[in-house]
Each structure stands twice: as structure tokens, then as C-alpha cells.
């Protein structure tokens, strides 16, 4: 039987939204466990722009989503929440007072209550389909970037032709060894202004922009992959020497198995009471992106004040018969809390 972890809330969805919900569930003194279908935290921010610049924060004024990230994650690092990551939650059940959440991989979750800030679903990666990719996933193909310094000196491939592509060949530029974008036509779909910085480092020769050409092949040795091989669209064939394959062909978001657990879903959205981000599921709330109500702002920051409405309406659940006694952050300071298991 698999362990059966417990705690007061379980927070689906690590984005900006689900981190920050950590922060005010602690700021209550409630443990949390949170769970991700994707490899890394930050969700979009990571996944898909990690940077680009966010203008509407409260209070920096220009800051790029992957420092976004870094920043909340350094300030729900006193609550100690555990989080599950590469985990999608397929089954929910209410036993008695808990819910009790599953994955795919066997992890089982008991928790008071849940907080749903699964932004627009389960994400996943739309991969190129080469026959053996799945042998080097993990070590030589990514579809993510979590840390730049595990490439310093590598050679990469980078495929793709969006944001994700063009930024990643932007901030690896000064970290690799050697970088080659491929793409299957010279037009890239990223914002103009970062495509001329990356024509700019190919100039320079920084960068070498293989197009157009499109990917063909893997070949390695157990996951070490060793080539990747392109081809044109006339089948001219090329082989570059590699160490790792980023492939960056979007992501593919739908709300899975959130569809069947009874939740007032609409055109692939969550119904909310307005207040306290509570759903037609007792213990259940949902905020950010996946939630909505009427003349909601689609807005990070309407995101941040719903995690810490959802997190006061939670504590009531967490904590039955118990008066919570508001104080603001500046005269509390950060309460201390344990661990959950």
C-alpha cells in the first residue's frame, strides 16, 4: 500500500497562484502539500515565458516570470510545504472530514481542504514525434529549463520557434558551450524585439541558426544522447553534435480529470462564490485562472488576492469551531509551523 501523506490543505496547480496560496495558508499557520503535473514550479511563468517581463506586479515594476517564481518560492520556504511535482491528481474522494487525492504514479494526499489553482488545466509538453525520444527524456531532452547552470559548457540543440525557443536561446547564450536553434522556416512567432537580439548573437556568432531545417532524428548512447539529426523539407540531412535537446513546440493544456469530480465547470473554467473562491464542493476552492465569477479581471494579481480569500475561507474548514482572529502580516510577523509530513 502507498504511503498516505497528510495535511490541512493540498494545493493543485505550482504557478505563481498556487505557490502564493502556500504563503497566505501559512500565514494561518495551515501545513500544505502541493501538486504538479509539470517537471518544475512556476507553471506558465516557467513553462512558457520564463523571460519575459511582468509590468503589473505590485511594486517591482519590471520583473521577468522566472524571478517571479524564485522570489515566491524564497517566500513560502518557511512553511516547509512539500511538493509533489510530475504528479497529476486523477482521483478525489471525500472520506469522513478529509478529501483524499491520488495520482497517477500512486501518491495519496489526505486533506481538509484543497485549494484548485490549476491555472488553465494540466499542462503537458507537445513533442516532436522521433521514435526513441522517450530514451533520453530526463537527461538529454527536456522540454523545460530549470536551471541555467546545469547547461554551462554543453552543446545545445534548441527546437522551436516560439518565446520559450528564442528566449532560452537568449539566456543560454553566455552559459553554453555552443547553441544551434532549429526552426523550419526563418519567420519565428516571438515577440520581434527578443528574435533581432537572437539574430543579433548569430551574427556575432553566439548563436547558429539552423533553418530551415526540422528534427529528424536522436542517436546516443543508454540516455546520453550524442546526435541530433535534421533534415529539410526537401530532405536535405544534417547531424550536429550534441548534448542536449531542448524542445520547445508549446504545451498542451486540458483539465483532465478535474472534469469528473463534480465541480461546476463552464466552458472550461470553474464557478467560484466571488468572496471566498469557494466552489460547489464543500472544502473546495479554485482561484487564478482556472476560476472564474462574474466581471472577474483575468489578472495575476486578482489571482494573488484569490488565494489569500480562498486560504481565509479555508482556515474555517482546517480549523471547525476555531474564531480566526485577523492580523495583519506587519504586526504578526511570520508564524512558525511544522513540516507536514
Known sequence: MNELHSTDVAIIGA?????????QCGM???SCHVID???ATGGQCTALYPEKPLFDIPAAPNINAFDLIERLE?????????IHLNQQVTELQKIDEYWHLSTATGLNIQARAIIIAAGAGAFGPNKPPLDNIEQFEGSSVHYMVQKREDFRDQ??????????????????????????VIHRRDRFRAIPETVAQMKALAEAGKIELVIPYQLAALEGEGKTLKTVVVKTLDGDERRIEADHLLSFFGLATKLGPINDWGLNILNG????EPTTCATNLAGIYAVGDIADYPHKLK???????????AAHAAYRVVNPGQALNFEHSTSSGLPTLEAAD
Not at 74 to 82: C, N, R, S, T, Y
Not at 156 to 176: E, K
Open 299 to 309: 489578472l495575476i494579481l486578482s489571482g494573488f488576492a484569490e488565494a489569500a480569500q
Open 269 to 272: 473554467v470553474i464557478k467560484v
Open 37 to 39: 503535473a509539470l517537471p
Open 15 to 23: 504557478g505563481p497562484i498556487g505557490l502564493f496560496s502556500v504563503f
Open 28 to 30: 494561518l499557520k495551515m
Open 74 to 82: 524564497k517566500q513560502i520556504a518557511p512553511f516547509k510545504p512539500v
Open 155 to 180: 552543446r545545445i540543440v534548441i527546437a522551436g520557434g516560439g518565446d520559450s525557443a528564442v528566449d532560452w536561446a537568449l539566456s543560454l547564450a553566455d552559459v553554453a558551450a555552443k547553441i544551434y
